[in-house]
């Protein structure tokens, strides 16, 4: 079964710091990774979706990585803003179609 | 492009009664999955229906069920409403394949 793991479960940063959010999975048969922000009591808004046949995605200030034969992605936040406090969330989709969800890094960037 | 649509937004139940939940996905997706997400917790994966059939469901009591309709949008019932059913109901849609997910906006039901 595949289990998502996201480290670390909270992170405080001061404003205008870069930060790395990880998330691992230890299953590599997947057809892709997704990651998604949260914001208290809201939906699920997804930010990048990277292929299991790429490196990576870039969007804006982010940037995600994935290496799937080490079962590994990273979420690359530049210049952080208060803004972009959220909880983030990783989710793999197994090539059974099922998707797999982390348990999230709650971020905050201090003004 | 509308995206995945839930109604009802809110919805207060008493305990014992029974609550539906329904879900449009984006067009053209067959995929729909259901999550609940208790204050503070994690999502926790409800049901997956694809092409109007059950595909999958996570560890839940029969009392939570669904079904999908030919337009392939979905229904959630809760049967027999607890008081630790009061949680964010986040519904998602998605092509079969290689694709993501889309969410919807959630409801969130309380249960008094």
Redesign the interface.
Known sequence: KQEVTQIPAALSVPEGENLVLNCSFTDSAIYNLQWFRQDPGKGLTSLLLIQSSQREQTSGRLNASLDKSSGRSTLYIAASQPGDSATYLCAVRHTGNQFYFGTGTSLTVIP | EAGVTQSPTHLIKTRGQQATLRCSPISGHT?V?WYQQALGL??Q?LL?Y?EGEE??RGNFPPRFSGRQFPNYSSELNVNALELEDSA?Y?C?S?L???????????T?LTVV
């Open positions: 995929s999955y994690g999502l994966f997956w694809d595909r999958n964010l986040l998602a998605s079969a394949g290689g694709y993501g997910y889309t969410f919807g906006s959630g969130r």
